[in-house]
């Protein structure tokens, strides 16, 4: 069974860029995909990006392509999300979590960080 614990976020300006971590503990880290999804107050978790257990291969919500980047350090335990370019509209809790297979349904995830949380002010 894996864990994880996110870190990264905080408060910053339209236009900025914040680097969101994903810690993961145990050992079958390596062996999942793992995606980055994110919840506004109110509203249901949304897929950000996704990536397979080696790294070849990641998937974007339209809505971030070209502004995030995913990836992994398996020897690290560790997933990133680099986001750049950040709107007000980002503004959100983000939660990274393990799953079945890349997918950008929440149902093929089985374990779930707690977030961290990002404000982008105008």
């Known amino acids: 069974q894996v864990q994880l614990v996110e870190s990264g976020g905080g408060l910053v300006q339209a236009g900025g860029s914040l680097r969101l971590s994903c810690a993961a503990s145990?050992?079958?880290?390596?062996?999942?995909?793992m995606g980055w999804f994110r919840q506004a107050p109110g509203k249901g978790r949304v897929f950000l990006a996704g990536?397979?257990?080696?790294?070849?291969?990641?998937d974007y919500a339209d809505s971030v392509k070209g502004r995030f980047t995913i990836s992994r350090d398996n020897a690290k335990n560790t997933v990133y999300l680099q986001m750049n370019s950040l709107k007000p509209g980002d503004t959100a809790l983000y939660i990274c979590?393990?799953?079945?297979?890349?997918?950008?349904?929440?149902?093929?995830?089985?374990?779930w960080g707690r977030g961290t949380q990002v404000v982008v002010s105008s």
């Open positions: 145990g050992r079958t880290f390596s062996n999942y995909p």
């Open positions: 990536i397979t257990w080696s790294g070849g291969i990641t």
């Open positions: 979590a393990a799953g079945h297979s890349r997918s950008r349904d929440s149902n093929d995830y089985h374990t």
